[in-house]
């Protein structure tokens, strides 16, 4: 996973890069700036288009300035805007990619900018703005806003702070292309307007150059999830890919239960048995016939290797909840209707097992925990739940954030927007049983479930885009076995 270092320590992350491959900074920011244009040349951008560049005086201000350069020798038609008018305020590397620009390019102040076609890079302000903005800067990024054609930020839209939240003004960009690791504050639901498509770039910087750099935040990525994944073997039989209980669905909902169910024999479960209201049974064994149904809570509930329960309950069945937390002692999965029955009854949290885990999406959180004043008090709240009571947390969104029992807080990147449909967290509920039936512990269960239901819902909405439903995404759990080369 990749470690996600606080704004303030870009700096020394880059100099200790440059000190170990005998570089210099200038080296790694053309690196950056030739990361951003292979991106470019990657995207169906139109040609003939011209470009404009924004550019400040620190070294944000010199990523836009290479680029500009590298777009220039490429073909586009590319203007630079000025936005210091002092060129030794500018910082050493600017200054020097403002030496290397051809004399085919442009230069304009930004006060000269009246263009209304094209397409827009913003490399004014970078991750070390501090304080608040200068009212001329105001000014700058209020007559990028203004521009009608597609906006991309360098790295993080000036006026957004790396680590904090939004207090003020900031660019309003299509595209945030940032680079070796997203800032924080890039993966907040409050700054979604600002950031636009989030894309991340690799200049170079390996996962090891972060390890003296303290933070609980991470980045989970495609190439981590085979490390977590168990191995079977053909010898392998259906008790090894584990017995799971379902607690689910209610008169009315039942379609929670089968979804549930459903993705939890698509994500590999041997033996799946659903806890249903018996007279609802009839539909349930048609619609998933490979589980079984209990209509009362087993006597010995050791014999499951994994519990999931709440989605579609209802939330008058506590003394259920209340029962299997005293008697089973494994960690669970509890969402939805589960969540909110102990919302109800916040003493049922000292009663469950250690290195459960709770999957709320915000409103569910909201109900466990009290409104939130925005997302950076909900991670802190989530972390001080998680590490006080050994608990693991889910907050469910765009980049679903991990919170697990030791503080650390890792952001999930795989998703999509056709994923906010009904169902999709049972969906989930039953991905996440199923892997810790398997044998996986609870952060391994949440880190391949999590990126794999994100994942399935990428691969369904490729061809279904917003008629996607949670049948499609369980459908395509198993392509994301294969997708990520695990068998």
Request: hydrophobic share 40%; charged share 20%.
């Amino acid at each position: 996973m990749l470690k996600i270092i606080a704004g303030n320590q870009v700096k020394e992350l880059d100099a200790s890069h440059v000190e170990a491959n005998e570089i210099s900074s200038l080296d790694l920011m053309e690196s950056a700036a030739l990361a951003f244009v292979d991106w470019w040349r990657s995207q169906d951008f139109d040609g003939s288009l011209p470009v404009h560049v924004f550019c400040g005086a620190g070294n944000n201000g010199g990523d836009g300035l290479a680029i500009a350069r590298l777009l220039h020798q490429a073909g586009y038609h590319t203007t630079v805007y000025r936005c210091v008018s002092d060129s030794t305020r500018m910082s050493a590397d600017a200054s020097s990619n403002l030496n290397l620009l051809p004399k085919g390019i442009r230069m304009e102040a930004w006060e000269d900018f009246a263009a209304d076609e094209g397409i827009l890079i913003d490399s004014f302000l970078g991750v070390g703005l501090k304080g608040d903005l200068r009212p001329q800067a105001e000014e700058i990024i209020s007559r990028i806003n203004a521009f009608p054609g597609r906006v991309i930020s360098v790295d993080i839209p000036s006026g957004m702070p790396s680590d904090q939240m939004l207090n003020g003004s900031s660019v309003e960009a299509d595209y945030t292309v940032t680079f070796a690791f997203p800032k924080l504050s890039l993966l907040f639901p409050e700054h979604a307007k600002a950031t636009g498509e989030l894309v991340l770039l690799d200049i170079g910087i390996g996962d090891s150059e972060y390890k003296n750099f303290d933070s609980p935040y991470f980045y989970l990525r495609e190439k981590d999830i085979s490390n977590f994944h168990r191995k079977f073997h053909r010898f392998s039989h259906k008790g090894d890919f584990g017995k799971i209980l379902m607690v689910a669905g209610s008169r009315g909902k039942m379609g929670a239960a089968v979804l549930a169910c459903r993705a939890a024999l698509r994500t590999g479960s041997g033996l799946v048995t659903a806890l249903i209201p018996e007279e609802e049974r009839y539909i349930f064994q048609v619609a998933a016939p490979e589980a079984m149904c209990s209509f009362a809570l087993p006597e010995d509930l050791s014999r499951h290797d994994a519990i999931g329960l709440g989605p579609g309950i209802g939330v008058v069945r506590e003394d259920v909840l209340k029962a299997i937390f005293e008697q089973y002692a494994k960690p669970l999965v509890i969402d939805a209707d589960g969540i909110s029955l102990i919302a109800k009854n916040l003493d049922l949290i000292s009663l469950v097992p250690k290195g459960s885990i709770f999957t709320p999406h915000l409103t569910e959180f909201d109900r466990l925990f009290g409104k939130s004043a925005n997302h950076l008090d909900r991670l802190k709240t989530a972390s001080e739940f998680c590490q006080k009571w050994n608990l693991n947390l889910l907050i469910k969104g765009a980049n679903s954030v991990i919170c697990l029992a030791d503080g650390r807080q890792v952001f999930n990147s795989s998703g999509t927007q056709f994923m906010a449909t009904g169902g999709s967290g049972d969906v989930l509920t039953g991905m996440l049983t199923s892997f810790l039936g398997q044998g996986y512990s609870p952060e391994e269960a949440l880190i391949c479930g999590v990126f794999q239901h994100g994942l399935a819902g990428e691969i369904a909405g490729e061809t279904r885009r917003r008629g996607t439903i949670a049948s499609d995404i369980i459908d395509a759990i198993p392509e994301t076995f294969v997708r990520l080369g695990v068998f």
